[in-house]
């Protein structure tokens, strides 16, 4: 499965699939494209890309299926509805979901596949709209190791640190130890910051000192001085991180291991999205201490 000249389908053009789509084409691959919101594909139609009327059409016309979208209703729905891609690709597609989505779903869907003579990979991401943007992407891969092998060519144009994690789900359980490390990284961020403010430091010299040290993070050196500024501008939306939250939460409960960290920030990410905040970025949990 060689990745020169391979048709890539892309499904979902937003904060991340954008970028995605773009460094494929940019890397001279054909890109068939599909979004719920045909707009948000136009500047992909400029640099080349091609529009597809349906997902049905797109998943006939593609060699390599790739999707990024938001829930993982819509993840259902793309892959085994019926009008789905699982109905209409041909036999041997390559199928990508990079959406944070279910591990439970993720094999539900690698099944389904399978009996159609199709490879599915769980490919969940971590990075943001600034790793799509410079194809630095953290992707984290579940599903037959030799498919994962002749799929790295094409995951290694958006991504940089790509590892095999192991069976089908297994991406997605990846991504939900990120995440709940993220959320809990979060709220101390957060309140550094605030207390920074609150006693009377100059916030931006004290994170001069925090951010090189041993409580520095990703979301400290990237995501603080935002918060500072104001600018809350996403990079992930506040909606998609209480939904992986949800996820990672209902996921540990079946597993019997408890999150007490995680149910916290999920109570406060949801305060923010009660205050009308759900398409802010995720750094805007700041609000609940600056407002």
């Given at each position: 499965?060689?990745?020169?000249?391979?048709?890539?389908?892309?499904?979902?053009?937003?904060?991340?699939?954008k970028s995605?789509?773009?460094?494929?084409?940019?890397?001279?691959?054909?890109?068939?494209?599909?979004?719920?919101?045909?707009?948000?594909?136009?500047?992909?139609?400029?640099?080349?890309?091609?529009?597809?009327?349906?997902?049905?059409?797109?998943?006939?016309?593609?060699?390599?299926?790739?999707?990024?979208?938001?829930?993982?209703?819509?993840?259902?729905?793309?892959?085994?509805?019926?009008?789905?891609?699982?109905?209409?690709?041909?036999?041997?597609?390559?199928?990508?979901?990079?959406?944070?989505?279910?591990?439970?779903?993720?094999?539900?869907?690698?099944?389904?596949?399978?009996?159609?003579?199709?490879?599915?990979?769980?490919?969940?991401?971590?990075?943001?709209?600034?790793?799509?943007?410079?194809?630095?992407?953290?992707?984290?891969?579940?599903?037959?190791?030799?498919?994962?092998?002749?799929?790295?060519?094409?995951?290694q144009i958006?991504?940089?640190?790509?590892?095999?994690?192991?069976?089908?789900?297994?991406?997605?359980?990846?991504?939900?130890?990120?995440?709940?490390?993220?959320?809990?990284?979060?709220?101390?961020?957060?309140?550094?910051?605030?207390?920074?403010?609150?006693?009377?430091?100059?916030?931006?010299?004290?994170?001069?000192?925090?951010?090189?040290?041993?409580?520095?993070?990703?979301?400290?050196?990237?995501?603080?001085?935002?918060?500072?500024?104001?600018?809350?501008?996403?990079?992930?939306?506040?909606?998609?991180?209480?939904?992986?939250?949800?996820?990672a939460i209902?996921?540990?409960?079946?597993?019997?291991?408890?999150?007490?960290?995680?149910?916290?920030?999920?109570?406060?990410?949801?305060?923010?999205?009660?205050?009308?905040?759900?398409?802010?970025?995720?750094?805007?949990?700041?609000?609940?201490?600056?407002?």
């Open positions: 499965m060689s990745s020169e000249k391979q048709i890539i389908g892309f499904i979902g053009t937003g904060v991340m699939g995605m789509a773009a460094h494929l084409l940019k890397a001279n691959h054909p890109v068939n494209v599909w979004t719920r919101t045909a707009g948000k594909a136009e500047p992909l139609l400029q640099e080349g890309a091609k529009w597809m009327d349906s997902i049905a059409v797109l998943a006939q016309q593609s060699d390599v299926v790739i999707s990024i979208v938001g829930f993982p209703k819509d993840v259902e729905e793309i892959y085994l509805g019926e009008h789905g891609v699982i109905r209409n690709a041909k036999p041997g597609t390559l199928l990508i979901d990079m959406t944070t989505s279910s591990p439970a779903l993720a094999k539900k869907i690698a099944e389904a596949a399978a009996e159609k003579s199709l490879h599915a990979l769980d490919a969940p991401v971590s990075g943001g709209d600034k790793g799509a943007r410079e194809a630095t992407l953290s992707i984290m891969v579940g599903g037959d190791k030799g498919i994962f092998e002749k799929a790295l060519p094409v995951l958006m991504g940089k640190n790509i590892v095999y994690q192991g069976s089908s789900g297994s991406g997605q359980h990846t991504k939900m130890a990120n995440q709940i490390a993220g959320a809990c990284n979060m709220i101390g961020v957060c309140e550094a910051m605030a207390y920074a403010k609150s006693s009377g430091l100059d916030p931006y010299t004290a994170l001069k000192s925090i951010e090189s040290g041993a409580s520095g993070s990703w979301t400290m050196s990237n995501l603080a001085t935002k918060m500072l500024d104001g600018d809350f501008e996403p990079g992930f939306y506040v909606k998609h991180f209480i939904k992986d939250m949800n996820i209902e996921s540990s409960e079946s597993m019997e291991l408890e999150t007490p960290g995680l149910k916290l920030v999920r109570s406060l990410y949801q305060k923010l999205a009660d205050k009308g905040f759900e398409d802010d970025g995720t750094h805007a949990l700041f609000k609940l201490w600056d407002s």
